[in-house]
């Protein structure tokens, strides 16, 4: 015989984390025209894990990288890959699998669902390609990952 009336609360925490295994990647030698990307592993694509306790989606956006091309072009892609053993680790039909141009304004969910069990990683591929336009010099981007409750 007890008294019910009371009332209880149950918390249940969610964690987003999220690890960049890797923070940069460097393309050299490249002249106007010419391309390369980061599938061949030459340089390494961003490697990102999963270390929170929740399915988790994460959005890309990014900085210009080129002077001639202020907004999202196929001069500068991106595309979501498995991590080599870690197959199924995220949704392939919902996430960016095939080459998407970065993302200057707003942001686009790359990785839909990216798992926190044992397979809980994915690769980001990068690709640029040298504007026939731009100038000589060092290029850089600033390309931001946000991790958001998958629902």
């Known amino acids: ?23 940069v990647v460097s393309f050299s030698g490249l002249t106007i025209g010419s391309s390369n990307d980061t599938t061949t592993n030459n340089p390494a694509p961003f ?17 210009q990288l080129w002077n001639t ?4 072009s196929s001069y500068f892609q991106f595309k979501i890959n498995n991590v080599t ?20 304004t707003g942001s686009v969910v790359a990785i839909d ?13 990068v690709r640029v390609q040298y504007p026939p336009n731009e100038g000589p010099g060092v290029k850089s981007s600033n390309i931001v990952f946000i991790g958001e409750l998958a629902e």
């Not at 015989?1 to 923070?23: K, R």
């Not at 669902?113 to 591929?125: F, M, P, Q, V, W």
């Open 69 to 72: 091309q202020p907004a999202a």
């Open 85 to 104: 053993g870690e197959e199924g680790a995220f949704s392939w039909p919902s996430s960016l699998t095939s080459w998407y141009n970065f993302p200057m």
């Open 113 to 125: 669902r990216l798992n926190y069990s044992s397979k809980n990683k994915a690769l980001i591929d």
């Open 1 to 23: 015989y007890g008294d019910w009336s009371n009332e209880f609360t149950l918390n249940i925490s969610a964690v987003v984390s999220m690890n960049l295994l890797n923070d």
């Open 47 to 63: 490697k990102i894990e999963n270390n929170g306790t929740v399915m988790t989606n994460i959005s890309i956006n990014s900085t």
